[in-house]
Each structure stands twice: as C-alpha cells, then as structure tokens.
C-alpha cells in the first residue's frame, strides 16, 4: 500500500513565524503536491515536484515556497506565517506503482493532513 | 482555466441510490477522478474515467460525457459509512514537467441518515 505521512497533524504558529510542513512516501513517487484546503474552497494547489529539485507553482503559491532535496520527501516553507494562512494542508504523490490501480500513475494519494493554526 | 461545479450538500436514506453531479469546463480534458472524503481525514481514490460511460466498481459506479462536460458519481445501497464529502477532480494536459495535474471541486457533502 502506498504510504503518506505528514509530520505533524495539529500545529500551532504565531504570526511571523517560520514554518516547515514535511511529507514523506515510501512509493519511488515522482510527482509531490501540496494543497491547502478551506471550507468552500475546496483543494487548491500551492505547489508541486515532478523531480528531485524540480518545483513549479500551483494555483496559490504566494506566501509560500518547497524544497525537494530528496525523491521521497516534499517540504512547504511558510516564510513568515499569517493569519490567512490557518488551514488544512494536505500533502500527495503520484507516479508509477506496483499496483495497476485504475487511473493509472495520475491517481494522487494523500497524507493525513496537517491542520495549521497562525495566531 | 478550470471550472468544476458539485452541489454543496446532500441528503439521502441508508439502504437508497444518490447521484452526485459533477459539471466542469476545462481546457486540456485527461480524466476525471472521484474522491471520498471522511472527516478530518485524507481524501481517498473512488474512481476514474477518461472515456464516455459508465464505469462500475462495486456499490459505486462513475459515468463520464466528454462531449456534455459531465460526470456523476452513483452510490448505491446506501450505508452510514458513506457519509462523507465526494471530491470531483478533473486531470488536464499539458503540463510543464512530468505527470498532470489535477483541478479539485469544492466536494458535495453527503449525508446518509437513517
């Protein structure tokens, strides 16, 4: 089964603060993702990697930047943390597996999530 | 640019069929996936379709128009467990680098009561 984890589930920051979100797939995955979820706005993408230092920008990247020093593992910089960036962060790969699941090597599997708090 | 439209919420009774729509305009059409989404968990894989019809798995079944910019997600016999948020994805092409990218909907909350 592939595998998703996410450093921390519940997270509290203040306002300025540096924040690092990491996520880790034990699958050889070559694409990594990072949403943010709201209510009502569903997920929207900050950022992906379709290869070791390779980055591009999503939907929303703003206020925010990655690393990816190494294949199976995606980290999200918050610079300097604001208020509007209290959320659900959700992490995913995708690539070629072992298992022939129907969608093929574009199926996005997901981490638990990390809900971030900025006071 | 992408636009996917799903009903926000919906209410069904355990044992019955529901039908959650999905509308989207996007440029680059690869595939729509389905999502199920738990409370305060990670969403998980339903189902995939790149061409037209109806593709079956289990209590779920996923059917796609191409032509109509269409899809629905069908769950039939109903259970509890189903109560959830239902996550239209829709993957499109080309993509700077490797792999696609998939464009979310807002999800349809589900609710099964009893």
């Known amino acids: 089964d592939v595998k998703v984890t996410q450093s921390s589930r519940y997270l509290v920051k203040r306002t300025g603060e540096k924040v690092f979100l990491e996520c880790v797939q034990d699958?050889?995955?070559?694409?990594m993702f990072w949403y943010r979820q709201d209510p009502g706005l569903g997920l929207r993408l900050i950022y992906f990697s379709y290869d070791v230092k390779m980055k591009e920008k999503g939907d929303i990247p703003e206020g925010y930047s990655v690393s990816r020093e190494k294949k199976e593992r995606f980290s999200l910089i918050l610079e300097s943390a604001s208020t509007n960036q209290t959320s659900m962060y959700l992490c995913?790969?995708?690539?070629?597996?072992?298992?022939?699941?129907?969608?093929?090597?574009?199926?996005?599997?997901f981490g638990p999530g990390t809900r971030l708090t900025v006071l | 640019g992408q636009n996917i439209d799903q009903p926000t919420e919906m209410t069904a009774t355990e044992g019955a069929i529901v039908q959650i729509n999905c509308t989207y305009q996007?440029?680059?059409?690869?595939?729509l996936f389905w999502y199920q989404q738990h409370a305060g968990e990670a969403p998980t894989f339903l189902s995939y379709n790149v061409l037209d019809g109806l593709e079956e798995k289990g209590r779920f079944s996923s059917f796609l128009s191409r032509s109509k910019g269409y899809s629905y997600l069908l769950l039939k016999e109903l259970q509890m467990k189903d109560s959830a948020s239902y996550l239209c994805?829709?993957?499109?092409?080309?993509?700077?680098?490797?792999?696609?990218?998939?464009?979310f909907g807002t999800g349809t909350q589900l609710k099964v009561e009893l």
């Open positions: 699958m050889d995955h070559e694409n």
């Open positions: 994805a829709v993957r499109s092409w080309p993509f700077t680098g490797g792999g696609n990218k998939l464009t």
């Open positions: 995913a790969s995708s690539g070629p597996s072992k298992s022939s699941l129907a969608g093929g090597e574009d199926t996005q599997y």
């Open positions: 996007t440029s680059g059409f690869n595939g």
